[in-house]
């Protein structure tokens, strides 16, 4: 347990429905907590990534819980060759486990996720997303790649296509900390991954194949989708592939430039960042709103 600031971090084990515990972070604001908040983490991306930004909405008196989805960092179990984690087991089963565990850290309050990439993406899987009473996402998008920019498009496309499929024939996993895509991802995280990107609607691409029930049809959330003008993953034609899979949504579409914001970048990933500190006022804002 430590203290940052006006902040109490705990550190736990989340037991999900099929018995495989997965490791989080709980931030407990030392005032009268507002509402609480759910952190879903992009593809690869610890819990410890978006520990400051955690503890900024903590400081303002929102409960907040990260976590690692099973398969990367301490919710790794033996070697990662042996994990059969998924894209889909991360929403059906992770998640779903998170917010109950939320839940219970703070209750009597409404809910809120926070989404980084796939961390809003795979909400429809979660059997407890009604619980929730709004959506904050950011760079959220379905990634399809024949909608990214030619430049970034033949990068994207090696290492979905080529990368991926290599990696895990030689190694039994996807190396993608090689190319600065974070953790090491399970193989068939990453044949998902691959899988989802390839086709419109991400996730989508999967239903009647492996996902025969989710609830991207009834979500009718309030819902914001940042994305940044820097960011070749999460354009808006991804954001609008992404947001279209959700047919009750409502959902409003921000596109962030970082010049406007006085920031270098801000891409797929450095709105946690702690240079970007300016920017989480508005999700301070939108948790007010929709808190009250």
């Keep these: 347990m430590i203290t940052i600031k006006q902040v109490q971090q705990t550190e736990t084990q989340i037991q999900c429905s099929d018995g495989f515990e997965i490791a989080a972070s709980i931030y407990m604001p030392r005032q009268e907590i507002k509402a609480a908040v759910l952190i879903g983490p992009a593809t690869g991306i610890k819990r410890q990534f978006y520990q400051k930004f955690a503890a900024f909405l903590a400081s303002h008196g929102y409960g907040v819980l990260t976590f690692d989805n099973r398969g990367i960092g301490e919710s790794l179990v033996g070697n990662i060759k042996h994990s059969d984690a998924s894209l889909q087991c991360w929403g059906e089963k992770d998640m779903t486990a998170a917010l109950e565990q939320l839940k219970q850290s703070f209750p009597g309050t409404k809910y809120h996720l926070i989404g980084h990439s796939a961390g809003g993406q795979l909400v429809g899987l979660m059997s407890n997303a009604g619980d929730l009473t709004s959506m904050y996402n950011f760079a959220c998008s379905s990634g399809q790649l024949r909608n990214m920019r030619l430049g970034y498009r033949v990068k994207a496309i090696f290492f979905m296509n080529i990368f991926i499929p290599l990696s895990n024939a030689i190694f039994g996993h996807t190396k993608s900390q090689w190319l600065g895509m974070g953790e090491p991802l399970p193989k068939g995280v990453a044949k998902e991954w691959k899988t989802w990107c390839n086709g419109a609607g991400y996730v989508k691409s999967a239903f009647g194949k492996t996902i025969f029930k989710h609830h991207y049809d009834e979500l009718a959330l309030d819902s914001v989708w940042l994305n940044a003008s820097d960011d070749d993953i999460a354009n808006q034609l991804n954001v ?32 946690f960042s702690q240079k970007s500190e300016p920017l989480w006022y508005h999700s301070l804002d939108w948790l007010s709103k929709y808190s009250a």
């Design 240 to 271: 609008d592939d992404m947001i279209s899979v959700f047919p009750k949504l409502k959902a409003e579409k921000i596109t962030l430039d970082p010049k406007e914001h006085n920031l270098k970048e801000i891409g797929h990933m450095k709105f």
